[in-house]
C-alpha cells in the first residue's frame, strides 16, 4: 500500500507517440505517480539523467522501450548502471512491442531491470508489478 506522504515518478522513455500515450493512460488511472516524464529517446532522458541537479528530479521508476534509435534500451540500462549509487537507484522495467527470444536473452543477461513487460501495457499486470518491486 502507498504512504500519503509517499511521492513517486516515473520515466517513460519509448520513441512510440501512441504507445507512450497508452503507457501515459495506465499510469494516471493507477494514481500512484505524482510526476509522469515522457521521453522519445533515450538519448535526451540520458542527459538529464547525467546533469541531475536536483536528485529529487529522478525517477522511481523507468519504463524503457527496448527498440529505440540511438541508444536501444539495453545501452540505457548499461549506462545507468555505471551511474547508479544511494541517492539513484531507480526500478526498471524492460518494455517490448514483441516477445523475441533475443530481448529476452538480452533482458536474462542484464542485472539492472527487474520486469520485461510485452506491450500493450495492462493494467492490472502492471499494477503487480509496481506493488512487488516499488510499494512493497
Known amino acids: 500500500m502507498q504512504d500519503d506522504n509517499m511521492s513517486l ?4 522513455i519509448d520513441d512510440s507517440d501512441v504507445d507512450s500515450f497508452l503507457i501515459e493512460k495506465v499510469l ?6 505524482d510526476t509522469i516524464t515522457l521521453y522519445n ?3 535526451t532522458a540520458m542527459d ?21 534509435p540511438i541508444i ?8 545507468i548502471e555505471e551511474m547508479m549509487d544511494d541517492d539513484f537507484s531507480p526500478t526498471i522495467f524492460i518494455l517490448s512491442n514483441s516477445i523475441e527470444r533475443r530481448d529476452r536473452e538480452n533482458f536474462d ?12 501495457l495492462e493494467e492490472e499486470v502492471f499494477l503487480e508489478k509496481v506493488n512487488k518491486h516499488l510499494l512493497s
Open 41 to 43: 529517446d533515450s538519448k
Open 72 to 79: 536501444d534500451g539495453f545501452e540505457f540500462i548499461d549506462e
Open 28 to 33: 494516471r488511472k493507477t494514481n500512484l505517480f
Open 48 to 68: 538529464f539523467i547525467l546533469d541531475k541537479g536536483n536528485k529529487n528530479d529522478l525517477p522511481d521508476l523507468i519504463l524503457l522501450d527496448v527498440s529505440m
Open 109 to 120: 543477461k542484464q542485472r539492472l531491470a527487474t520486469e520485461f513487460i510485452v506491450k500493450p
Open 9 to 12: 515518478s516515473v520515466f517513460v
